[in-house]
């Protein structure tokens, strides 16, 4: 029997709102092990001159807890 658990992290990018769930995953891995999907929660974007500065989004990130 496997046992997942959910954390929450903000990530951001000036890119796109995919590049911004790249980048999440990409650090949450660097600390959190068996990462096995993403849950975006909230999307929100900072506006600047009329147009999108930067996204920033929420995400939940489901791993298998190690045996």
């Not at 500065?53 to 995400?59: D, I, N, S």
Request: glycine content about 4%; charged content about 25%.
């Amino acid at each position: 029997m496997s046992i997942a658990k959910v954390t929450e992290v903000i990530s951001s990018s000036t890119v796109s709102m995919e590049d911004a769930v790249k980048s999440g995953i990409e650090r949450a891995s660097k600390t959190i092990e068996g990462i096995s999907g993403v849950w975006v929660k909230d999307t929100k974007a900072t506006i600047k001159n009329n147009k999108i500065e930067e996204w920033r989004l929420t995400l939940a990130i489901t791993f298998v807890l190690n045996d």
